[in-house]
């Protein structure tokens, strides 16, 4: 990759590097990820220069020079935001919320590895960028309102979530009898049986969680399917209390072999 190529995509996270540098995980329009050294980007200098380079901005950038086939780290030295939150950081609990955001799909985007991964064409992981994308975008536009809660907007991610990743539950059948799940049924997301049950059908230990927790998650089943149908900039009447987003994040971590533990910004939601 000798040649300039201007890149766009969102800015995951980013750590200090040497005196003036930082080193950001990107998420591509397309879905990959890069790791990248922003030469400069920490500002300052004698004109002491802000840096443009803020977690969930959308960066435009150009990579120069020789890399290795498996790009490890690229490096740039030009970039700008081509769009950045205005409300968010004013809102502690939404600005960590974003962090969440950023860290869910640092976990689950595919580090690109070649220069097919990083072409706009490739749109296999397209979903990936959609979703932070609109996330971002709605939070900063509620963030600063009166009607603005966390858990809501927690829960109407984490379904969206479920849904790019592919492990959206079946929301309409019980997973262990095959009944229809009825409006007003207590049924429960059970990570281990891959979807929504009736209480009888729940193992020990995880009815014994229901009961400690008070939860019977009434009507969930049909607002993850309301919302699943619903484009992410429409969706306004929905509810979720932090012990349903517990139950989504556990869910979705089940499939993908991973634990809410390995999150380290979920904590600070709670």
Known sequence: MSSKNTIEGILLNKIPFKE???????????????????????????????????????????????????????GSTEYREKWYHSSITDNIRAFYLMCFFNET?????????????????????????????????????????????????????????????????????????????????????????????????????????VDKEESKFSGLHRRLEAISKTKYSDITDQSFSMTECHELLKFICYQQHLSPTDFKTFSALI
């Open 20 to 74: 003036k540098n930082i080193i950001g995980h990107i998420l591509l329009r397309n879905g990959h990820k890069l790791s990248v050294v922003f030469y400069g980007g920490q500002g300052g200098g004698k004109r002491h220069i802000g840096s443009t380079l803020q977690v969930g901005y959308l960066i435009s950038f150009s990579v120069t020079g020789n890399h290795k086939q498996n790009f490890e780290m690229l």
């Open 105 to 209: 799909l640092d976990k689950f985007s595919p580090l690109a590895t070649t220069p097919h991964d990083m072409d706009e064409k490739n749109s296999e992981q397209e979903g990936l960028f959609r979703l932070l994308s609109n996330a971002i975008f709605r939070l900063n536009k509620i963030s600063s309102s009166e009607n603005y809660k966390t858990s809501r907007e927690l829960g109407v991610f984490l379904t969206k979530a479920m849904v790019e990743l592919g492990v959206f539950p079946n929301t309409r059948n019980c997973e262990v009898s095959g009944e229809s799940l009825k409006e007003n049924d207590a049924v429960y997301l059970s990570a281990e049986k891959g979807g929504f049950v009736h209480f009888h059908f729940l193992e020990p230990e995880e009815k014994r969680l």
